[in-house]
């Protein structure tokens, strides 16, 4: 399991910039690995969102309920929003989905849902899921005041769980000048108290549907680690 054919992105929180990353490597993947057999998954998700957007932008050989598996109505924590439909958030149908493109597919792009320490069950959160499956893992960290530390809590939970992970990318959620990204998230300082690299910043992107220029930006990360 420690080579699986996969990578999970995952994030300090909701708005740390998941969609963004996972747009830009399948940009990249499509534009210069045209020839390799690649999916996306979201595994779980409340509400509308990822999964409608990625059926739009990108020609997938995936029905919806291959690139998510489990989905529910109500944009909440997945214990919350199966409760209120009176079902149970199934992992096995996850991992069996998951198992499933993983087997069929040269490689697989799975966003995660919130951060690593949002719930997936009563009992369970992302990190555990990472942990437990093995999943080779990359966060994503907002440019923004209080990065840092959410950066290094993150990491501790990462850690704590087991999780192999591969490298952090910082995300400009919004214009950023390379001042204040040195000013808010140094990425010496963050590879310093977290031991992890940073594989670079990700600019703020106005158009989220030019996918050259997302395969452009995903280039100019340090892209080797994560075994793209």
Request: glycine share 6%.
């Amino acid at each position: 399991m420690s080579n699986i054919n996969a990578l999970l992105i995952t994030g300090t929180d909701t708005e740390a910039g998941k969609t963004v990353l996972t747009t830009a490597l399948a940009a990249y993947l499509q534009k210069y690995f045209p020839q390799r057999n690649w999916g996306l998954m979201k595994p779980i998700q409340s509400g509308e969102g990822d999964r409608e957007w990625y059926q739009k932008l990108f020609s997938l050989k995936q029905t919806a309920e291959e690139i998510t598996p489990l989905y529910f109505q109500a944009p909440l924590a997945p214990p919350i929003a199966a409760a209120k439909e009176n079902r149970q958030v199934d992992l096995a149908v996850v991992w069996q989905a998951f198992s499933k493109e993983r087997s069929r597919r040269d490689f697989v792009l799975v966003e995660s849902l919130g951060g690593l320490g949002s719930p997936i069950t009563d009992e369970l959160t992302v990190a555990d899921l990472a942990g437990d499956w093995h999943l080779p893992t990359v966060l994503v960290v907002p440019v923004r005041l209080g990065a840092i530390a959410q950066a290094v809590a993150n990491v501790a939970l990462a850690r704590q769980a087991k999780i192999n992970l591969k490298g952090i990318v910082l995300n400009c959620v919004q214009p950023r000048s390379d001042a204040e990204i040195a000013d808010l998230t140094p990425p010496e300082m963050i590879q310093s108290l977290t031991n992890i690299p940073v594989l670079g910043c990700l600019p703020y992107l106005e158009n989220l549907t030019d996918l050259d220029k997302l395969a452009q930006v995903a280039s100019n990360l340090n892209l080797e680690t994560l075994n793209l």
